[in-house]
Each structure stands twice: as structure tokens, then as C-alpha cells.
């Protein structure tokens, strides 16, 4: 008899499994997809990072194993980006390290820098990988709640000191993946490295979307702060500044000693990020203008944010970052959870949105929408929204 491992029969189930059900059945309906769900960007990549790749390709050198924390072009494109970009300087050697993809290093961080048992905290509602790397790794998740009313930031005099006391990972991400949230008072992040610091613990800080962000914001590097290094990495992806999910690039930087343990772990599991890769992404990101990609994604938000007040009395509140809107389900909607909701949205109309429960316990109630679709497709998307609401049956004005 074959049996999964302890660990995978833990796992909650993946959100997505269930919208790819819901999908299909909708499809067999003759409905129209609109896919608000996966956070997948439907931008392609640049076509000059695209010829980069195929003339790298070109070069039998990138055909061997790539080997090794990354490539030397791919390292100094790296650490010539945090320099440019937040001023912090960094060791290609020692405190960089290339990923396939971000997803993969930050699961695989669990792995390399704490034992089953060991407590680590996580927020919740969050990116999955983030919820469901404790099941995994079999360490102990102490779940920090995040609130709308204190802006979806960690409340860190909410976690027992007894808790920090034995800690050995907390994550935070901002922009956060799925509120949208953002870090406006850098004391935020002073005072979670300052407990990182005093507790002896790794701050692993996701900054995924640290170039999607809205109206002026720009969003901080863990690693501005002084003393960040000595307690604190930082990852970061390719997949959403230069929209390039489907390459499977990432890094981690920060903290030597960190990126060598992940660094040392993964080089019994897997060869390194191809290196005609490294060298594509090494361009994409000298070539910088990561500001364009953002850009769309803040008009996508305004028109679905109209369209949504507008065409389904459905009131969201604005982000300044991410490619997420983050709402509680419309109030004229009867039932109460947010499957519900996404199911009888995406079977009768269908729009696809992510049910907030696929964030961990603390999304019921919510949605996710993903702005992975076209300004009109929005618009669209919405006014279909709006189709659900019961309108009244019209009573005939009495004849006198
Ligand atoms: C917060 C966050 N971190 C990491 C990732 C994974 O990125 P990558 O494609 O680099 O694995 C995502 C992807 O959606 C994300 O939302």
C-alpha cells in the first residue's frame, strides 16, 4: 500500500485545486473564463530579455550544470540592483544566493534552518508557500494574525515572549501577498529586527513585490535597516517586476551564514538555475525600468475599483501594492463564506476569484482578486459581479 508521507497528508488542500474544479465546470457550462485567480501575470516578458535568453542559449558554456550559489553576471546584477535601487551594498559571495524561483528557496528554508518542532511564525492570511512551509518541515507554526484594523501588519505584542523566546524563523512579507498591505512607518520593521536581534531568531523577509507598488510608494529593503544582516535575509523574484513567473528565477540575499546553510542544503537537492537563465535575468534586471510593469497594474486597480463601486455596489479598499485587491465578499451576497461566493460566481458567470480560506483560516470572509486581465476584461469581470445581486421582481404600478 502506498501512502503519502505524514507531512503531505497534513497539508491543507491547495486552494487552486478547487478553482481548477470550479473552472472546469464552468467551462462545460459554455461560460467564459475570466481568471482572477492565480496570481500568474499574463504580461509577457520583455522581448529584448527573451533575445537575451535565445543568444545565451546559443553559448554550449550554458549547457553544463550551472553549479554554485549563481552565475558571476547573474550575482553582480543582483547586488548592482540593491545598490541602485535601496542603497544597500552586498556580497556577491557570501550573501547572495540564486533560486528557482523565490517559492523554492523560501519552502526550502524551513529545511535548511530549523528542525522539526522548532517554533517558527507566520502570518495569516498569507502567500501559501508561507502557511503551508511549517506542514511541510514539520516545525510548529505560531500563526500571527493579520487584521484589517491594524492594516494587515503583524501585531507583535500580541506574540507570548515565550513564544519569541524559542522562535527560530518569522516571516513577514510586504507588499503583502494576499491583502495588499504595505509598510508606511519603517518602525515596523525596525521593531521586528529588534526582536529577531534580542531573540535569536531569522527574520525572512518576502519582497516579492517590492517593485509593484502605487502611487509614489516605494517599498523598503529589510536590509536598509542597520544591523539587518545580522539577523535577517531578504527574497526576492523576477516573476512579478519583469513579469518572468514562468522562468523560475529568484535570490535570496542577506545574512551569510543563512544564505550559506540554504545554499549548502540545496546543493544535495538540485544543479542551480540554468545559466542561460541567469544571464536573461542578469539583463532583465540591468536594464531596470521596472516602474513600467507597475503602472498597469495601478490602472488595472482603479478601473476594477470603479467598475466594482460602480456596476456591483461592491466597495474595495485601495492597495498600494501587490497585484491583489483584498475584500470581504460584496455585502449583498446571502451566504456567509468566501468558497460559496466563488463558487456560484465563477458557475454562473464565469469569473474566477481566489476564496480568502486558500490564504490560511484567518481569509474566511474575504476574497482575492488577482489583476491578471485587461482593463476591459476588469470592467467586465465586475459587471458580471453584478449580475449576481437579486434585483426585486418590479411590482406593476396599480391602474386607478
Ligand atoms: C509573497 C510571494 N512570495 C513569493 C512568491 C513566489 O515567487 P517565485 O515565482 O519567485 O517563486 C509569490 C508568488 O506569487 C508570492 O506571492
Redo the contacts with the bound molecule.
Sequence with gaps: MIKPAKALENLPPYVFVHLLEFKAQAKALGRDIIDLG???PDLPTDPAIVEALAQAARDPATHRYPLGKGTPQFLSAVTGFYQRRFGVGIDPVSEALA????????AHAFFALANPGDTVIVPTP??P??INAPYISRTKPHWAVLSQKNNFLVDFGKIPTAVLKKTKLMVL?Y????TGAVVTDRNYLKEALKLASRHGFLLIY????SEITFDGYQAPSILEFPGAKNCAVE??????TYS??GW???YVVGNAKAVGYLAKFKSFLDYGVPAFIQLAAAQAMRRGGEGEIARIYQNRRDVFLQAARDLAQWEIPKVQG?MYLWTKIPSWYKKKKSLDFVKDLVLKTGVCVSPGTGFGSAGEGYVRISLVETEDRLREAARRVGSLIERKPRIPAAAS
Design positions: 492565480m496570481g500568474n533560486l528557482i524561483g523565490s517559492k523554492e528557496g523560501l498569507a502567500y508557500a508561507h512579507n507588499p503583502n501577498n494576499p518576502d519582497n516579492a513585490y527574497f526576492n523574484s523576477f516573476s512579478k518572468m513567473a523560475r528565477v529568484g501587490s
